[in-house]
């Protein structure tokens, strides 16, 4: 066979597709490209039906020129010569992007740059249809249709619409991850589905994401590194969802960033691994993203068409950075003096005397026959009591056992869950003001979810409070101590314990009945708020083992 040179069209396909594969690839690219362009507010818009989308962003924009050049092969701003391959600081540089997009669909793009008059193109396969003036705002349109229209076969065995979605969306979160200044919007036919506007905040980003994720279930930390082998500071980003407080039933949510994007590397994920080894129940997995800022000397990222995997310099160094800080990071959230201080301030604003009805035990019985109902409803198992021992564990047996039930932290964590529920900021008719506040202090009261004005200098107005504090007459060094410290789950979770049946308490069996009955139905009735177990059990399959009655049962009650 004779070696030929390809027709030029030949080549051009091939290698668009090896760059354009999904949609998901072209949102890629566009949403990249954009980032490029600095813009802070990226909005994709997809359209279900038509193999099209548009990603709209107010970014640096483009003149006649540039729109021109911008679909032609190899063609980029971002480099010049091989020696900027060691230097790059954006995400994409190959030029290709763009182009491959133009060779598999219809473009029509619309962009202005500052001071200048905007400029709308028109595109069939990489050939130039229009172009001419056209009013914008500064910034970017791309309207990408008829995707695939010249490889029929590439839209028939990509995933159905609604797994391409689900691809983007998780493209756009990793992206959100990378870039917290940006807000992103996800559009389809016309519907928003998503909303990311994280205000240069990962902890305000990641519940937004996950939303049974809250704020206090996360810790942030920067950490500043000198990169080896030059003369600057890499940064190294962690938010990592605490471990007593979160964790994950697969394996969907760790995360590693390296300037700028989300990228698999194995040695990296080890050192996670390790780390939080002894932090997880079983088959339980962190939650962690990590944000890697180092020089661009140390990634090679021609490693993966989608730059989706890279080679990482001294990879032994930074394996051991992130085990340390990560190992650095539980100490402080378990052992950290000024934070016990803090919350312990907070706690004393809280103080609940132990035979206040409320909490009392007469109030769990007085809903003996809708804590039954909802058990029976539930379907949950039926535990009878039968003893108390000590005056401290209640005993209570079911079909297959025993269980041992520690009645303090039983009542802790059925507290716990109603403050958790009941749990409301209500508006005040008359403002209370607080004077000589630190901006840390402010931020606090915010992230309490609590209305708070300017009222002057040095003055700040509050309109909204705990519903806890509303008949309370020192609400305004209540609030004085929450700016302190800030930590209402502590909070709550000092009011539960501090209420909380005391161990030592002498209880009847209808008493004890109705707590194993509340206690039943609370979301996490395995652990008391402080993590602790609650209960022990004792299966009768356990104690036939445990007594070696397993295989002569029958035999020894003379049964045949």
């Not at 500071?233 to 300037?259: A, E, T, V, Y």
């Not at 716990?416 to 606090?444: A, D, G, R, S």
């Not at 996490?524 to 036939?544: A, D, F, K, Q, V």
Request: hydrophobic share 40%; glycine share 4%; net charge neutral.
């Amino acid at each position: 066979m004779t070696i030929k040179k390809l027709p030029e069209n030949v080549i051009k396909l091939i290698a668009a597709g090896e760059v354009i594969d999904s949609l998901t690839a072209v949102v890629r690219e566009l949403a990249e490209n954009s980032l490029d362009a600095k813009a802070s507010r990226i909005v994709i818009s997809l359209y279900s039906q038509s193999w099209s989308l548009q990603v709209a962003d107010n970014g640096e924009g483009m003149e006649e020129n540039d729109l021109v050049m911008a679909i032609q092969p190899h063609t980029t701003s971002k480099i010049n010569s091989t020696h900027d391959l060691s230097k790059i600081q954006t995400l994409g540089f190959r030029g290709e992007g763009l182009h491959s997009i133009a060779q598999l669909a219809d473009l029509n793009i619309t962009s202005r740059v500052k001071d200048s008059c905007g400029w709308e193109m028109i595109t069939h396969q990489t050939q130039v249809i229009k172009c001419y003036p056209k009013a914008i705002a500064v910034g970017t349109i791309i309207h990408v249709s008829n995707l695939f229209a010249n490889i029929p076969l590439r839209r028939q065995v990509n995933p159905c619409f609604k797994k391409q979605l689900k691809s983007i969306q998780i493209l756009i979160s990793n992206l959100a991850l990378c870039h917290p200044q940006v807000s992103w919007q996800l559009l389809v036919d016309s519907h928003l589905i998503l909303n990311i506007s994280g205000d240069n905040s990962l902890q305000k980003i990641l519940p937004q994401l996950l939303k049974t994720v809250k704020y206090s279930d996360l810790e942030e930390r920067e950490i500043k590194v000198n990169t080896p082998n030059e003369n600057n500071i890499s940064i190294l980003h962690f938010i990592i969802g605490l471990p007593d407080r979160i964790s994950r039933p697969r394996n969907d949510w760790m995360r590693i960033g390296i300037n700028g994007r989300v990228v698999k590397c194995q040695e990296l994920e080890s050192a996670i691994y390790s780390s939080f080894h002894r932090t997880l129940e079983r088959d339980r997995y962190p939650l962690i993203f990590l944000h890697l800022q180092t020089s661009p000397r140390q990634i090679d990222w021609n490693r993966h068409p989608a730059k989706a995997e890279i080679y990482l310099d001294n990879l032994e160094f930074w394996q051991e950075i992130i085990k340390e800080n990560i190992e650095q990071i539980f100490r402080l959230t378990d052992n950290n003096l000024s934070t016990k201080i803090e919350n312990k301030r907070v706690e004393k604003i809280f103080k609940v005397a132990e035979n206040k009805a409320v909490y009392n035990v007469e109030n769990i019985s007085s809903k003996s026959q809708e804590n039954n109902d909802n058990v029976e409803k539930l379907g949950l198992i039926d535990l009878k009591v039968i003893a108390q021992s000590r005056n401290t564990y209640i005993i209570a047996e079911h079909s297959q056992g025993i269980w041992l039930i520690e009645q303090h932290i039983a009542h802790e964590r059925i507290l716990y869950e109603k403050l958790k529920n009941q749990w409301q900021i209500v508006t005040i008719e008359t403002p209370i003001i607080l004077n000589k506040l630190l901006p840390k202090q402010v931020e606090n009261l915010i992230n309490l979810s609590l209305e708070i004005d300017s009222f002057g200098e040095d003055l700040w107005a509050i309109r909204s409070i705990p519903e806890t504090l509303l008949q309370r007459e020192d609400s305004l060094d209540a609030l004085m101590e929450l700016s302190w410290g800030g930590d209402l789950d502590s909070a709550q979770v000092a009011m539960a314990c501090r209420s909380a049946i005391r161990n030592g308490t002498k209880l009847t069996i209808k008493e004890m009945q109705n707590i194993v009955n509340e206690w039943k139905i609370t979301k996490n009735p395995h652990t008391c708020p402080h993590g602790r177990p609650i209960y022990l059990s004792l299966e009768e399959s356990s104690l036939y083992r445990f007594f070696r009655r397993h295989w002569v049962l029958g035999k020894s009650h003379g049964i045949n």
